[in-house]
């Protein structure tokens, strides 16, 4: 099982590379990057807090930008791709198949993250001098949350349409970004339930700005058991369609 979740994570990987997509995620941020350095050093004002922020809403923009053309090319493989017969006959289990390609499209994710991070600190450190690890710790953060809506983008792309699985993912993003407050609706047992099911993405924006290392932990559990979940779900929908 991990030899073929590997392998289809692999086939993600090299074809992201060779279509230059980490390559043109670079492209793409060195500038915003770049303008937002020189924005700084016309306004000293701003010190290098007006980077780290500027660069943290860029994390997540290139995330979303990241999820939707790694998701439209690697998944839809039942509704709107000819299904892939040869791997569904030869491995034991379905859910082999979306793990897999989540694991690929998570670890694209994260290297254009690390990439990105880094751009960002030797700015700071062109701009104040010091060489700081916030960005490293934002990455991560984005990260964590944009695997568990990566989840539910495959686990909607199992049964939904190209437009449908947007048309569905768009109000669940809200929604998660709304679950403290929609939980206070419902009783103790069934708020904590419903985190379950629908993420609290609060939960990562509060740690962005903390420094303990076991918030991250307690995150990275979190964004797991929370991805495995739907993960889990996508598995059971492939395998009781009939292929």
């Excluded at 995620?25 to 500027?54: K, V, Y």
């Excluded at 039942?78 to 289990?93: A, D, G, K, Y």
């Excluded at 290297?111 to 450190?125: C, D, G, N, P």
């Excluded at 009783?187 to 993420?199: A, K, R, T």
Aim: net charge neutral.
């Amino acid at each position: 099982m991990f030899k073929q979740t590997y392998e289809l994570a692999r086939l993600v990987i090299i074809s992201s590379l060779r279509r230059n997509i980490i390559l043109a995620s670079f492209l793409i941020m060195l500038p915003l990057i770049l303008a937002a350095w020189l924005f700084e050093i016309s306004n000293t004002g701003f010190q290098s807090g007006f980077i780290l922020d500027a660069g943290s809403g860029l994390m997540t923009l290139f995330a979303v930008l990241l999820l939707g053309v790694l998701g439209f090319e690697h998944l839809f493989w039942v509704n709107e791709q000819p299904t892939p017969w040869f791997l569904f006959s030869r491995i034991r289990s379905r859910i082999i198949f979306p793990l897999g390609k989540f694991c690929g499209i998570s670890l694209v994710l994260i290297s254009v993250l690390i990439v990105f991070a880094l751009l960002l600190s030797l700015l700071i450190y062109l701009t104040s001098g010091s060489f700081i690890l916030s960005p490293f710790r934002v990455a991560f953060i984005v990260w964590a949350e944009y695997s568990v809506f990566l989840s539910v983008f495959i686990f909607f792309s199992t049964f939904l349409s190209r437009l449908m699985t947007v048309g569905m993912i768009i109000p669940f993003v809200f929604i998660a970004n709304s679950a403290s407050f929609l939980k206070t609706f419902f009783p103790n047992w069934l708020g904590e339930l419903l985190l379950i099911v629908i993420p609290d993405a609060g939960i990562f924006e509060a740690v962005i700005e903390t420094e303990e290392i076991f918030s991250l932990f307690l995150v990275l559990a979190y964004s797991i058991f929370i991805s495995l979940f739907y993960i889990t779900l996508a598995g059971f929908v492939l395998r009781k369609k009939d292929l």
